[in-house]
């Protein structure tokens, strides 16, 4: 069975960073589209990073470039996401799940794409 397990959330300050984790169990991360998301209270669950394992492409959404960085370690099965310069409107719970149609990431802001979904990490950002 696929599944996804996030970790490595926290409260941190405004600049503050943290260091994601996506421990991948059920298969091998050895050809896989990997996205992170993010879901703020109120609002929509939003693609913000991918990293397609087989070639080590990445995408970034806007919001996060040159912030955050996703990386994989395939020995661990582990995708991580290493935040740095945190801003308050990056508070949201955090996820990461698998592309279901194909192996690039291409379609990484297209959520309904993605899954299956874990119980996510809970970030937070402030003073």
């Known amino acids: 069975q696929v599944q996804f397990v996030e970790s490595g959330g926290g409260l941190v300050q405004p600049g503050g960073s943290l260091r994601l984790s996506c421990a991948a169990s059920g298969f091998q991360l050895d050809n896989y589209a990997i996205g992170w998301f993010r879901q703020a209270r109120g609002k929509e669950r939003e693609g913000i990073s991918c990293?397609?394992?087989?070639?080590?492409?990445?995408r970034y959404d806007n919001s996060v470039k040159d912030r955050f960085t996703i990386s994989i370690d395939k020995a661990k099965n582990t995708v991580y996401l290493h935040m740095d310069n945190l801003k308050p409107e990056d508070t949201a719970v955090y996820f990461c799940?698998?592309?279901?149609?194909?192996?690039?990431?291409?379609?990484?802001?297209?959520?309904?794409?993605?899954?299956?979904w874990g119980q996510g990490t809970q970030v937070t950002v402030s003073s």
């Open positions: 990293i397609s394992t087989g070639d080590g492409n990445t």
């Open positions: 799940a698998t592309d279901q149609y194909e192996h690039t990431c291409r379609g990484f802001r297209v959520v309904a794409e993605y899954g299956p």
